[in-house]
């Protein structure tokens, strides 16, 4: 079964052919941060507008990068949310024309769901149920997967989501955006123990996660420091906030996994790719006598081929969209 799978849900417009759902053949990312850079975060109206700019000439490049045909797929696979309205309808509007012109069927994939899919790229033993712990620019979820397209959500952040406090943390340092690779890239040349941040608890529901507590804190840091005319060390800086939130992350992943007695863990989305989690969850994953899966970096943050794998298992189970097909931009998980 070959799926052409389509995103552009944010930033990046995408598209991917996958072979029997866990096999990519071709992964053509088009990525717009450098134009979106000098205006510190992404900007919807021109992130649609290089969508569909870019849409046509990143499919075309999919398929011939796989050596195929549009005729020779079994269905097209397009995320149609969360994400914003604009950017997403050109990756829906694209699906649908494709399809509709090729007779083939449709399938409408959740992004988050894409994310955590891309774990059973690099792992084919990798089956549900597992835990996940989904960590993106949008989302903190701690969730079982149940089977595929089937989560349930343990845990959830009260306010910012743990890629947003990155982002956000740099900016406020002024390392620029996307944050959360340059915060890993300084961290590594700082002590995480330099300054000791807040590991902030949420006292309804312990895998619920918390970090614009962590966020002022940080942003304390820094103004008491101009206030004293002293320099920030941004090393230091950018290694002991990772570490609080690397701490919490880990902290409540290996919880849940004891509690509910799951002995697979995986990580997944943006942050995923972030090498202080990779290594703190690798370390306590292997105490804990659990095994650990993430995803290649360029897995971890929004492409194709983890929609490709998505749209593979909901087509298998006979999902099909209709050619009303519609942008969600707050879609929730679990929801179709
Ligand atoms: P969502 O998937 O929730 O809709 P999104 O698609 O914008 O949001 P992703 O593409 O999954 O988010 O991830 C982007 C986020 O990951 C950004 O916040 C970015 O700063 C963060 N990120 C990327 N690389 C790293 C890294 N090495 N360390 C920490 N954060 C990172
Ligand atoms: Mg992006
Ligand atoms: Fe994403």
Not at 21 to 48: C, D, F, K
Not at 140 to 158: A, C, N, P, Q, W
């Amino acid at each position: 079964v070959y799926i052409l799978a389509i995103e552009s849900s944010c930033d990046e417009t995408a598209a991917a052919v996958v072979k029997n759902g866990r096999e990519v053949l071709s992964n053509i990312i088009s990525s717009q941060i450098a134009l979106h850079t000098i205006y510190g975060g992404v900007v919807p109206e021109i992130a649609s507008r290089k969508h569909i700019e870019k849409i046509n000439q990143v499919v075309e490049a999919a398929l011939s990068e796989a050596g195929m045909t549009m005729e020779e797929m079994d269905a097209v696979g397009v995320t149609y949310g969360p994400g914003l309205v604009g950017a997403l309808l050109v990756g829906v509007a694209e699906a649908k024309a494709i399809a509709y012109a090729a007779k083939k069927p449709l399938v409408g994939v959740h992004h988050i769901e894409g994310h955590v899919s891309a774990n059973f790229i690099e792992h084919p033993e990798l089956e549900p149920p597992f835990m996940c712990l989904i960590v993106s620019g949008g989302h903190t979820h701690l969730v079982v997967v149940k089977d595929y397209g089937e989560f349930e959500i343990l845990g959830r952040t009260r306010d910012d989501a743990a890629g947003e406090a990155f982002d956000k943390v740099a900016r406020a340092v002024g390392l620029g955006y996307p944050g959360g690779p340059k915060i890993d890239k300084a961290a590594k040349e700082g002590n995480p123990q330099a300054i000791r941040f807040p590991r902030a608890k949420v006292e309804a529901n312990v895998y619920d996660f918390s970090f614009s507590g962590l966020k002022s804190a940080v942003l304390n840091h820094i103004n008491h420091a101009k206030m004293m005319g002293e320099e920030i060390n941004v090393p230091d800086l950018a290694a002991s906030f990772q570490n609080a939130v690397v701490d919490v992350l880990v902290s409540h992943t290996i919880a849940a996994a004891k509690e509910y007695g799951f002995h697979k863990v995986a990580i997944a989305g943006g942050v995923a790719s972030n090498s202080a989690l990779r290594e703190g969850m690798k370390k306590a994953c292997s105490k804990a006598g659990i095994d650990f899966y993430y995803p290649s970096p360029i897995y971890c943050t929004d492409n194709a081929a983890m929609i490709g794998v998505a749209a593979y298992y909901e087509y298998m189970g006979g999902a099909r969209a209709g050619w009303d097909l519609n942008a969600v931009p707050n879609l929730k998980l679990g929801e179709r």
